[in-house]
């Protein structure tokens, strides 16, 4: 299961900067120690003001467990949207799919 996650920083003050900094390095720490998941692209924004995870986990429980956490842990700095993705590969036989019932 692949998730893409975007993020857009809501504004702080310089002391919320720093905590959101300390939690997100606790988060980060916390993803990189997980054998269940496997950070496939990470993207900021060159003006600072968001940015996009693509993470691939072996499971939907660990997705959607590590998802929660993080969401829950920075909701407070950040607006967090995270969604299931396909790659090409596993997305075409549904395009197809769908192509095929069109009129």
């Given at each position: ?10 504004p ?19 993803e ?42 920075l909701?407070e ?27």
């Open positions: 299961m692949i998730t893409c996650t975007t993020w857009k920083t809501r702080l003050s310089p002391e919320q900067q720093k905590r959101m900094m300390d939690v997100w390095a606790q988060v980060e720490a916390k990189a120690a997980d054998t269940n998941a496997e950070r496939l692209g990470w993207y900021m924004a060159a003006d600072g003001t968001g940015g996009v995870t693509i993470i691939k986990y072996s499971d939907p429980e660990t997705a959607a467990a590590n998802g929660l956490e993080a969401s829950l842990a909701g700095f950040i607006e967090l949207e995270t969604k299931v993705v396909l790659d090409l590969d596993s997305a075409m036989p549904a395009i197809t799919a769908a192509m095929a019932l069109l009129p």
